[in-house]
């Protein structure tokens, strides 16, 4: 029985991957699914859900794409073992051993870096492998003899019109309180049921007190906006870094009390001085800990000589937030996701020219961030 072998972290598995198994299953002609959730991929960082939850959503999500749909728990049942890695040249194998004809399914955007796996040539070599474009990896075939000049095996074109679906925005949105369009009913109402999109909804309720309607949905449109540029573009951010400093970015705006909290005097009673009460009141009260996240929204309004990526990242998605639609920042917005270098300091050349405008003090720190990048 041909088999279609999918691994992915699931976390959470999303309509597309659904439409994308079914695809691939009736081209090959495959009869079987197995759905291998990771554990804890050596790429990427730590997960939103736990693997006891990813797996009860990958069953809800992948009834019915194949005649027999199999959620395998191989990745964690090695780990509990005792090994130290999942790699595809050693899991693959014991998956072939398993059940046989096994096709492994993989995106283009992998395939973009399968010089970078463990051993490649032994992923090759262990089955044939689909490949399936996705947006922005259109050069499938080209690239399939480029690897297969180089490790062999054999690689499958799959002809897919995906979308483009980002599982971080999608945890976004849930962690926010709302309803991706992008996760089946079911798998939504589990995630519901079972409250495991509630980590942060205490934060969520007290933010809600602190800020205006207007505010909020702004709020909302940082992270988003910060999620889809983290993801984007690989900055290979950590998700809840990110989330929590653009959920907390402007915590302060609307309560300008010093409240005891020492802050630069040349920011008190100015547009800027809530970055730093910001990431005061952060710690104070929200118990964040976190230096990234506290000097994320230090700077997230007038910037700073060498920052961080994050820093970068909640600077740019401020300005060029989705509720933000006069001229010229949808431009900008086109430019960040064109490039997101070039978005942050397209954002920060904006940013200098508005001030030198108005004829208005430029704060300190943003004319280091001009020296430094413009």
Same mark, same amino acid.
């Given at each position: 029985?041909?088999?279609?072998?999918?691994?992915?972290?699931?976390?959470?598995?999303?309509?597309?991957?659904?439409?994308?198994?079914?695809?691939?299953?009736?081209?090959?002609?495959?009869?079987?699914?197995?759905?291998?959730?990771?554990?804890?991929?050596?790429?990427?960082?730590?997960?939103?859900?736990?693997?006891?939850?990813?797996?009860?959503?990958?069953?809800?999500?992948?009834?019915?794409?194949?005649?027999?749909?199999?959620?395998?728990?191989?990745?964690?049942?090695?780990?509990?073992?005792?090994?130290?890695?999942?790699?595809?040249?050693?899991?693959?194998?014991?998956?072939?051993?398993?059940?046989?004809?096994?096709?492994?399914?993989?995106?283009?955007?992998?395939?973009?870096?399968?010089?970078?796996?463990?051993?490649?040539?032994?992923?090759?070599?262990?089955?044939?492998?689909?490949?399936?474009?996705?947006?922005?990896?259109?050069?499938?075939?080209?690239?399939?003899?480029?690897?297969?000049?180089?490790?062999?095996?054999?690689?499958?074109?799959?002809?897919?019109?995906?979308?483009?679906?980002?599982?971080?925005?999608?945890?976004?949105?849930?962690?926010?309180?709302?309803?991706?369009?992008?996760?089946?009913?079911?798998?939504?109402?589990?995630?519901?049921?079972?409250?495991?999109?509630?980590?942060?909804?205490?934060?969520?309720?007290?933010?809600?007190?602190?800020?205006?309607?207007?505010?909020?949905?702004?709020?909302?449109?940082?992270?988003?906006?910060?999620?889809?540029?983290?993801?984007?573009?690989?900055?290979?951010? #950590? /998700? &809840?870094?990110? @989330? $929590? =400093?653009?959920?907390?970015?402007?915590?302060? +705006?609307?309560?300008?009390?010093?409240?005891?909290?020492?802050?630069?005097?040349?920011?008190?009673?100015?547009?800027?001085?809530?970055?730093?009460?910001?990431?005061?009141?952060?710690?104070?009260?929200?118990?964040?800990?976190?230096?990234?996240?506290?000097?994320?929204?230090?700077?997230?309004?007038?910037?700073?000589?060498?920052?961080?990526?994050?820093?970068?990242?909640?600077?740019?998605?401020?300005?060029?937030?989705?509720?933000?639609?006069?001229?010229?920042?949808?431009?900008?917005?086109?430019?960040?996701?064109? #490039? /997101? &270098?070039?978005? @942050? $300091? =397209?954002?920060?050349?904006?940013?200098?020219? +508005?001030?030198?405008?108005?004829?208005?003090?430029?704060?300190?720190?943003?004319?280091?961030?001009?020296?430094?990048?413009?």
């Amino acid at each position: 029985m041909k088999t279609i072998v999918f691994v992915g972290a699931f976390d959470p598995p999303h309509l597309e991957h659904s439409r994308l198994t079914k695809f691939v299953i009736d081209k090959l002609g495959a009869k079987r699914l197995v759905i291998v959730p990771t554990h804890c991929p050596p790429h990427k960082s730590g997960g939103f859900l736990s693997f006891e939850d990813r797996v009860a959503l990958s069953k809800l999500a992948f009834e019915g794409c194949a005649d027999e749909v199999v959620i395998d728990t191989i990745e964690y049942d090695r780990a509990a073992a005792g090994y130290e890695h999942n790699y595809s040249s050693e899991v693959l194998p014991l998956l072939k051993e398993k059940y046989g004809e096994i096709v492994y399914l993989i995106g283009g955007d992998s395939l973009e870096h399968f010089h970078t796996w463990h051993k490649p040539e032994e992923v090759a070599s262990a089955c044939p492998i689909a490949v399936v474009g996705r947006e922005g990896y259109d050069d499938i075939e080209e690239k399939i003899a480029q690897v297969t000049e180089k490790f062999g095996g054999e690689f499958i074109p799959i002809d897919f019109e995906g979308s483009s679906v980002s599982s971080s925005e999608i945890k976004a949105m849930l962690l926010l309180g709302e309803k991706p369009e992008g996760v089946a009913d079911e798998v939504y109402k589990h995630i519901i049921d079972n409250h495991l999109a509630d980590k942060y909804k205490p934060w969520l309720e007290k933010l809600k007190t602190y800020q205006s309607d207007e505010l909020y949905n702004h709020t909302k449109n940082v992270v988003l906006r910060a999620v889809h540029l983290n993801s984007a573009h690989n900055l290979k951010q #950590d /998700f &809840e870094k990110v @989330f $929590k =400093a653009a959920v907390l970015h402007d915590n302060a +705006k609307e309560r300008p009390s010093l409240d005891g909290l020492v802050i630069p005097e040349d920011s008190i009673d100015t547009p800027v001085m809530h970055q730093f009460l910001g990431a005061k009141k952060a710690e104070r009260d929200f118990g964040v800990t976190d230096k990234d996240v506290l000097d994320a929204i230090l700077v997230h309004t007038t910037a700073c000589k060498d920052m961080t990526v994050l820093q970068k990242l909640i600077y740019t998605a401020d300005s060029t937030s989705y509720d933000r639609m006069y001229d010229p920042i949808p431009k900008l917005r086109e430019t960040g996701d064109e #490039d /997101f &270098e070039e978005g @942050f $300091k =397209a954002v920060l050349q904006y940013t200098y020219d +508005k001030l030198l405008k108005k004829g208005n003090p430029i704060y300190p720190l943003t004319l280091e961030a001009v020296k430094c990048y413009l």
